[in-house]
């Protein structure tokens, strides 16, 4: 059964710090991983997404990695600001069930100005 | 059914008509929500129910789009005046918390076509 997992649950940075935030999942038989971001009662906005044969994705400040061997992730965010605040999730899309796309448990983050 | 079943599995229609896609989840999950899928990509989010209320609907690309859940199961997503650029798979997944952050589970998608 995949199972994916977030560390830190949650992170308190001081504004224009760069971190890191972890995704861990057990099955590395996966389509994809995603990262997404949800901010309080708002739906999720997808940020990266990386496919099984990538190592990396980009987007402006930020940068995802896949070790698909390793079962890890990691997203990077540089120089954060406070708008930068929000629950991040990642997801895997598992080869062995299509169908489902399993979600971590989410690092909330929280850039002090 | 045991999982999230939707419905046609394949629209090709023409530029300016109307489509409705429907979505029928598991039974008894709370939340319901529709995404906008590009051939080689990820999910993006459209919108979000939980129960019939209507969460989220800042992923809607335009007021062209809408959704409903008036009954907290079955929801529809309404596609007025299709354009070309509407053309996507678009799917729907459920989940049983109403935070949306258990295992999502979606249904099998609906291929539009817009020529």
Redesign the interface.
Same mark, same amino acid.
């Given at each position: 059964k995949q199972e994916v997992t977030q560390i830190p649950a949650a992170l308190s940075v001081p504004e224009g710090e760069n971190l890191v935030l972890n995704c861990s999942f057990t099955d590395s038989a996966i389509y994809n991983l995603q990262w997404f971001r949800q901010d309080p009662g708002k739906g999720l906005t997808s940020l990266l997404l990386i496919q099984s044969s990538q190592r990396e994705q980009t987007s402006g400040r930020l940068n995802a990695s896949l070790d698909k061997s390793s079962g890890r992730s990691t997203l990077y965010i540089a120089a954060s600001q406070p708008g930068d605040s929000a629950t991040y999730l990642c997801a895997v899309q598992a080869i062995t069930s299509y169908d489902k796309v399993i979600f971590g448990p989410g690092t909330s983050l929280s850039v002090i100005p | 059914g045991a999982?999230?079943s939707q419905s046609p599995r394949y629209k090709v229609t023409k530029r300016g008509q109307d489509v409705a896609l429907r979505c029928d989840p598991i039974s008894g999950h709370v939340s319901l %929500?529709w995404y906008r899928q590009a051939l080689?990509?990820? &999910?993006? #989010?459209? +919108?979000?129910f939980n129960y019939e209320a209507q969460?989220?609907k800042?992923?809607l690309p335009n007021d062209r789009f809408s959704a409903e859940r008036p009954e907290g199961s079955i929801s529809t997503l309404t596609i007025q005046r299709t354009e070309q650029r509407d053309s996507a798979m678009y799917r729907c997944?459920s989940s049983s918390l109403a935070e949306g +952050?258990? +295992?999502? %589970? #979606?249904? &099998?998608g609906t291929r539009l076509t817009v020529l």
């Open positions: - | 999982g999230v %929500y080689g990509q990820g &999910p993006e #989010f459209l +919108t979000y969460q989220d800042s992923g997944a +952050t258990d +295992t999502q %589970y #979606f249904g &099998p």
